[in-house]
């Protein structure tokens, strides 16, 4: 199976840009608490951590062949879809 996918993202900018707030504006401005900002800090060193323990003892050029190697297969296995 192959999806295409196709964003316009020109005028949706240009809309953003020209439309001013209003009191009626149903867009709510959220903010992360400090729990939040933590727990986020956490899951980074997490997932660093889990990084160098799955992809340590790669260099650059293994990291990209395994990339490469990665999208070959996904290529594949859409042909057989």
Do not use: C, N, W
Not at 33 to 51: C, F, G, I, N, R
């Amino acid at each position: 199976m192959h999806i295409d996918l196709f964003i316009r993202h020109g005028p949706i900018k240009a809309a953003r840009k020209k439309a001013k707030p209003s009191t009626s504006d149903t867009r709510a401005q959220m903010s992360l608490t400090d729990k939040t900002y933590k727990h986020l800090a956490s899951l980074a060193v997490e997932q660093e951590a889990l990084d160098e323990f799955v992809f340590g003892e790669f260099g650059v050029r293994e990291s990209t062949e395994f990339a490469s190697r990665l999208t070959a297969l996904g290529h594949r296995l859409q042909k057989l879809a």
